[in-house]
C-alpha cells in the first residue's frame, strides 16, 4: 500500500498564492503519474494538474498559467504552487498517485479563498 499525505492548505485572500505538498510514502513499486484533483462543494472532482515521471505536465483550462506542478519522482513528492488564487479555487484539494497500474489517493487538504 501507498500513502500519500497533503500539506499546505489554508485560507488567503483572492488574489494569494498558497503551495501544497504531497508526499508518498509506503510500499512504492514505481510511481509514474502524481497530481492534484480537487472538489468544491456540490461538485465532482476534477483534475487539476499533473505530472508525469517524464517530466510531462498537464493543467485544468481553469488553472492554467497561475498553477505550477513539480514532482520529485526520486523523493516520490509532488507540489503545486497556486497563484493569482480566486474564490472558486475553494475546495479540498486531494494529491494522487498511479504506481504499477493502481491509484493511490491522499485524504485532501482544504483550500478556502476568501476575503
Known amino acids: 500500500q501507498v500513502q500519500l499525505v497533503e500539506s499546505g492548505g489554508g485560507l488567503v485572500q483572492p488574489g494569494g498564492s498558497l503551495r501544497l505538498s504531497c508526499a508518498a510514502s509506503?510500499?512504492?513499486?514505481?510511481?509514474?503519474?502524481m497530481g492534484w484533483y480537487r472538489q468544491a462543494p456540490g461538485k465532482e472532482r476534477e483534475l487539476v494538474a499533473r505530472?508525469?515521471?517524464?517530466?510531462?505536465?498537464n493543467y485544468a483550462e481553469s488553472v492554467k498559467g497561475r498553477f505550477t506542478i513539480s514532482g520529485e519522482y526520486g523523493k516520490n513528492t509532488v507540489d503545486l504552487q497556486m497563484n493569482s488564487l480566486k474564490p472558486e479555487d475553494t475546495a479540498v484539494y486531494y494529491c494522487?498517485?498511479?504506481?504499477?497500474?493502481?491509484?493511490?489517493w491522499g485524504k485532501g487538504t482544504l483550500v478556502t479563498i476568501s476575503s
Open positions: 494522487y498517485a498511479l504506481d504499477s497500474g493502481s491509484l493511490y
Open positions: 509506503g510500499r512504492i513499486f514505481s510511481i509514474n503519474v
Open positions: 505530472i508525469i515521471s517524464s517530466g510531462v505536465t
